[in-house]
């Protein structure tokens, strides 16, 4: 698939992104993650946007989700010196009215890097359906999102953080992992010490204290109540919605009469997790049952998992949402959340371990009945262990990467 690379290893990956920054889900899960489990492997990375990329910062190049102009003409600069580079995509680029806030660029870009990347990432099969149909000489392969639970939210934090000091004393503008893996500094027992004393601005140092009560927050955290008289609470969060596509905070409207049904005999109570209050004041406000809005943070995400009884994954089924990835149901699942969800592909790994387009069956029967979310609970953490776990997903990268 990739040349054989001759350089004295450890050999070097530039992660060509968008933005290098922890809260954004693409960085997190398709560049970050798989870094971090390439690490100590034979492998190191940099992780830089396109004005920071060049020929000599790296043997093998990834663009993640990064298909300007711009890209297209590294890209071509990559051929012609006969340099590997991989495509990696988490969307449907394909969809008709696919436009992101970001002028990343547009299909034509990313078909013309593709015609020469030596292997195409996707997230799911549908994708991959969707590349093959557009691209028809392109094989894609599957490398889904990994796990993320709170214990891999700390690590990976921790590791970032430590990225950003390296970045710091070297007083460059990309991230090098290969510094941070030669010390103890990505360490997460190292990490309140040298965190809190050492970050590069009161921002960091801000989101490590937070961090730090997050954990003190989770240790303490009662267990769910096994009473009936509580509300059970419900939990969906998420981006509000696109431009592009109707997947989104409205797409809780297809679950909302069956909450309304349920709540006359099991009381619950709805928790919403994003990024537009406005829009959970004028759809949400108003129902037979309690609801509650936080503004998206990662902490406020695993913050509600915390406590929450189901998680709750509704989603349009139009060409984009189709090919949307299972992160979310995965987390909520690593938080020992039951999950019920319209059915989408990136699902079916999953399937024996929620329930899919049932939501009278789904919440009944894991709000009722322990002995059914334990099983479906179970059934998750083998799926995960063997499909999801941020070292499986790194050895499906170091598989690639080593052909």
Not at 31 to 54: D, K, Q
Not at 124 to 139: S, T, Y
Request: charged share 20%; proline share 5%.
């Amino acid at each position: 698939m990739i040349p054989a690379l001759t350089r004295i290893p450890p050999v070097c990956i530039g992660w060509v992104v968008d933005r290098v920054d922890y809260d954004v889900a693409s960085f997190r899960y398709r560049s970050l993650i798989p870094a971090y489990g390439l690490t100590g492997r034979g492998f190191r990375s940099l992780f830089m946007t396109i004005e920071e990329a060049s020929l000599s910062r790296a043997d093998i190049f990834i663009f993640v989700k990064a298909f300007s102009p711009k890209h297209l003409e590294f890209a071509k600069s990559l051929r012609e010196a006969g340099r590997p580079y991989i495509l990696d995509l988490c969307d449907n680029i394909f969809w008709d009215s696919y436009a992101p806030k970001r002028q990343t660029g547009n299909k034509s870009h990313f078909t013309e890097m593709g015609a020469d990347a030596q292997a195409t990432i996707v997230t799911c099969e549908a994708l991959g359906n969707v590349v093959r149909e557009h691209m028809p000489r392109c094989q894609p392969i599957v490398i889904p999102d990994a796990s993320f639970s709170l214990q891999d939210h700390l690590e990976l934090f921790a590791w970032f953080q430590s990225m950003q000091l390296a970045r710091t004393w070297r007083s460059s503008s990309f991230l090098d992992s290969d510094e941070v893996h030669r010390s103890a500094h990505y360490s997460p027992r190292h990490w309140k010490a040298r965190s809190l004393k050492y970050l590069a601005s009161p921002m960091e140092a801000k989101a490590a204290v937070k961090r730090l009560q997050l954990r003190w927050a989770f240790k303490r955290a009662a267990p769910r109540s096994a009473s009936r008289a509580r509300r059970r609470k419900l939990l969906w969060f998420g981006k509000h919605g696109t431009t592009y596509g109707n997947a989104g905070m409205h797409s809780l409207n297809a679950a909302l009469p069956t909450l309304s049904a349920i709540n006359e005999t099991i009381p619950i109570e709805l928790a919403i997790v994003s990024n537009n209050r406005q829009k959970f004041r004028d759809h949400f406000c108003d129902l037979p049952f309690p609801t509650r809005y936080k503004k998206w943070s990662n902490e406020a995400v695993f913050s509600e998992l915390m406590t929450s009884d189901v998680f709750l994954m509704p989603n349009e089924t139009d060409g984009f949402s189709a090919c949307k990835s299972a992160n979310r149901a995965v987390m909520a699942l690593a938080m020992g959340v039951p999950v019920v969800a319209t059915g989408l592909g990136s699902l079916e790994p999953l399937a024996n371990a929620l329930v899919i387009d049932d939501w009278g069956r789904g919440l009944h029967g894991y709000l009722s009945d322990i002995g059914e979310r334990e099983k479906a609970l179970e059934c998750a953490a083998q799926i995960i262990s063997e499909v999801y776990a941020p070292k499986v997903v790194g050895q499906k990268w170091f598989e690639i990467l080593s052909m």
